[in-house]
């Protein structure tokens, strides 16, 4: 058994880039794999990765510049 590294809500957020408030608000609408220590939550480092792997839009293909819809 390979145990995750647990991170405390406030290094989600330092790997988000983002706020608290984000990886709060995924705890609380169970967007996000977390685990309660007493009464401390922890998220997996695997369930941050998998987080930014799902919700990771890949850039669209743009058309060759040189046609054009017709109007």
Avoid: W
């Avoid at 405390?8 to 408030?21: F, I, K």
């Avoid at 169970?30 to 998998?50: C, L």
């Amino acid at each position: 058994m390979t145990v995750d590294r647990l991170l405390t809500v406030d290094q989600v957020a330092e790997c988000l880039g983002t706020g608290v408030r984000f990886p709060r608000r995924l705890i609380e609408e169970r967007r996000i794999t977390f685990v309660k220590v007493g009464r401390h939550v922890r998220i997996p480092e695997s369930a941050v990765e998998a987080y930014v792997d799902a919700n990771t839009v890949e850039p669209v293909a743009l058309r060759p510049s040189g046609f054009r819809r017709a109007a």
